[in-house]
């Protein structure tokens, strides 16, 4: 078992205010953790706080917004040593190539991998501080399963979540000689209130709680790669492993279909 989670851990989490990043917050705080949420509405955060006010304070604001997140900033130093960084903010728009813009290629990376690098950008130095005292220090990145294959319309989620994938690999190794974790986090569908506005099925779509128990599990028993639920992360990873010729035609059936 990994000392990530075994006692009362400071934990900073990012789109904590909906969805996965809701239901992690609520397991966290259910196991005693000081928790320090970000996300740009307010309200949903403070509602959060309630459940232990004592151990759970709001840190709101724009991740993409470098003056937000050196107030945010500050209030991780408040906190005292950072033990975890969940980077889960992100968005997911799709596009409709009849109307071909890259402004939603922009917009998918722009809050998907720059919000996530410039969060970095603070996180980094509090969890090296932590990691100075011989204490554990992780990073955490929410990525996706998406990008495994070449979805009709993901065009922009499915480059930012790829790219975010890559820059989370490569910290991991830059990072390893100082023993600073960096786990990468894939889920599959899971409902929330971003993909409750998808139009198409959504195979072994699971609940933000599902989601939430599989990630907070998976940090605790020390695991750099979360991915699930396995029965949609393996069918990904196999169809990834065709010829390219066969990925691409299945590729182009779906996306006629619209699935
Ligand atoms: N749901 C899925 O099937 C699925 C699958 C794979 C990966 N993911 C990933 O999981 C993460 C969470 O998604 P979700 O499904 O839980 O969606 P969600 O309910 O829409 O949560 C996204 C959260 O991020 C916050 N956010 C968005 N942009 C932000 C910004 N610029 N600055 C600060 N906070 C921001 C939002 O709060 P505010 O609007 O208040 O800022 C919201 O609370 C995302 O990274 C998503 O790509 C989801």
Same mark, same amino acid.
């Given at each position: 078992m990994s000392q990530r989670l075994e006692s009362a851990t400071n934990i900073w989490i990012t789109g904590a205010g909906t969805g996965i990043g809701e239901a992690v917050t609520r397991a966290l705080a259910r196991g005693g953790h000081r928790l320090i /949420?970000?996300? $740009? $509405?307010?309200?949903?955060? !403070?509602?959060?706080?309630e459940l232990a006010p004592e151990r759970m304070v709001t840190a709101p604001g724009d991740t993409t917004s470098k003056k937000d997140l050196e107030q945010i900033a500050s209030v *991780? !130093?408040?906190q005292g040593d950072l033990h975890m960084a =969940? *980077?889960?903010?992100?968005?997911?728009?799709? /596009? %409709? @190539?009849t109307e071909y813009d890259s402004h939603v290629i922009e917009q998918n990376i722009h809050t998907n991998v720059i919000g996530t690098a410039r969060c970095v950008d603070i996180a980094l130095p509090a969890l090296r501080r932590t990691r100075a005292k011989g204490?554990?220090?992780?990073? @955490? =990145? @929410?990525?996706?399963?998406?990008w495994w294959f070449p979805f009709g319309r993901a065009e922009g989620y499915g480059a930012s979540k790829a790219a975010l994938t890559y820059f989370a690999h490569s910290l991991r190794a830059d990072l390893a000689p100082e023993g600073i974790d960096v786990v990468v986090v894939?889920?599959?569908?899971?409902?929330?209130? *971003?993909?409750? &506005?998808?139009?198409?099925?959504?195979?072994?779509? @699971?609940?933000? !709680? %599902?989601?939430?128990? &599989? =990630?907070?599990?998976? *940090?605790?028993?020390g695991k750099n790669d979360i991915d699930f639920p396995k029965r949609f992360t393996w069918t990904l990873k196999l169809l990834s492993n065709l010829p390219q010729g066969l990925i691409d035609r299945i590729a182009a059936n779906m996306a006629r279909k619209g699935t």
């Open positions: /949420l970000t996300g $740009r $509405r307010s309200k949903p955060l !403070e509602a959060l706080c *991780l !130093e408040n =969940i *980077l889960n903010a992100g968005t997911c728009q799709y /596009l %409709d @190539v204490l554990p220090a992780t990073l @955490v =990145i @929410v990525s996706s399963s998406a894939s889920p599959g569908f899971v409902k929330t209130p *971003l993909t409750d &506005r998808n139009d198409f099925p959504m195979p072994f779509l @699971v609940s933000a !709680e %599902d989601a939430a128990e &599989r =990630i907070v599990s998976g *940090l605790a028993k």
